[in-house]
């Protein structure tokens, strides 16, 4: 951590702000220059608050030289993690994956035939809601357990791998034998309690970036679980709330670099929540698989338009079919495989 002093700081203010710092448990570098003194902060600087030492008087400004997130941070892992499923599918290797499914699972007949569309695109994973956030406590709130057994049967005779959100840490236990990646979305980014206990799991994770959360924010809580143990973590961008009305979100693309370069985590675009529009869906899944996404997440149903939630922003299977064909050449194009 660098601390600037201002150019008119007194020695009083300056021996100050050393001791705050050493208090604060670093070692403390002092360089007097000719119109400014610069301390450096060397140590366990990750816990600290900058805005302690930004108010110190004689101080201009701080800035963090190592990132807060030291397990998530690229250095930890260099060469990028690899999450791998039971079912042979791998997540932020050279394949590119697929995710989709319904926003929720509704019905046996509906879940069915949504995996055997995956399966047949070449997809690996089948993801469907079955404890759904409404923003409305009186919309459908998915059929709980009973409905991830029918997604669970579903991806099993298709040999895809299952990804549903969890959304308290009661309904982890009663998830666990039926599915293969603990979904945390938007809302719950920082339900801290849930992320913690999800680092004493030991199935991988995909965490989505809450609707107004800074790309640090979403590192911040993938630390959560990583810090129980848990380094089977997966980042997903699915939008934030901007000014712009044109589409549900703003997908923010850019993320996605931003994120392969500061973390080893693989990252997930995931389109539909990213526009909330049907028409949006294809464009923006192209855009983050060329940005460098590892997987897309994309919402799908036979009758797209009748689907229970999110109907707007759902996939008709045979959009989902032609959209995984051109992704394909765009991985392709990229060095990658699908
Ligand atoms: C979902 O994936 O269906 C969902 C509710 O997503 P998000 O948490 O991104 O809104
Ligand atoms: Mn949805």
């Known amino acids: ?17 050393i001791e705050a710092l ?7 570098h002092r ?12 140590g366990p600087t990750a816990g600290l608050d900058i805005t302690k030492f930004e108010v110190l008087p004689g101080v201009l400004n701080v800035h963090r030289i190592s990132s807060p997130y030291k397990l998530a ?11 791998e499923f039971p079912n042979g599918a791998t997540i932020g290797g050279p394949r590119v994956a697929i995710i989709a499914g319904p926003c929720s699972i509704e019905n046996r007949g509906q879940i069915v035939s949504i995996a055997r569309c995956v399966k047949a695109a070449g997809g690996c ?12 406590p009186y919309a459908f709130q998915g059929l709980g357990i009973e409905g991830l057994k029918m997604m669970h049967d ?32 938007a809302r719950n980014m920082q339900n801290f309690n849930l992320l913690r206990e999800l680092g004493q799991v030991r199935k991988p994770v995909l965490l989505k970036r809450g609707i107004a959360a800074t790309i640090e924010e979403l590192l911040m809580s993938s630390e959560y679980i990583l810090s129980g143990g848990n380094y089977q973590v997966i980042l997903c961008e699915r939008g934030i709330r901007t000014y712009e009305t044109s589409t549900r979100n703003t997908m923010d693309i850019a993320a996605v670099p931003v994120l392969k370069k500061l973390t080893h985590l693989p990252v997930v675009g995931d ?51 032609k959209l995984v064909g051109e992704l394909r050449v765009i991985a392709q194009a990229i060095g990658r495989s699908l």
């Open 31 to 42: 360089t007097t220059g000719a119109m400014q003194t610069i301390l450096a902060a060397v």
């Open 73 to 83: 941070g690229r250095a930890f892992r260099p060469q990028g993690t690899v999450v």
């Open 154 to 185: 579903a991806a099993r005779e298709n040999g895809l791998a299952v990804v549903s959100e969890v959304m308290e840490i009661s309904q982890i236990e009663a998830m666990l034998p039926y599915v293969d990646c603990f979904q945390v979305g």
């Open 125 to 136: 994973f089948l993801r469907g809601g079955a404890f759904k956030p409404r923003t409305s």
């Open 22 to 28: 050493s208090e604060s448990g670093v070692d403390v």
């Open 271 to 321: 389109p539909s929540h990213g526009t909330g529009r049907r028409d949006m869906v294809a464009p923006m899944a192209k855009a983050a698989l060329a940005a460098g996404a590892d997987a897309l997440l994309v919402e799908i149903h036979p009758n797209a338009d009748k689907s229970v939630s999110d109907a707007a922003q759902t996939l008709y299977l045979d959009q989902f079919e």
């Open 1 to 17: 951590m660098i601390v600037a002093m201002q150019e008119n700081a007194t020695e009083e203010q300056i021996d100050a702000v």
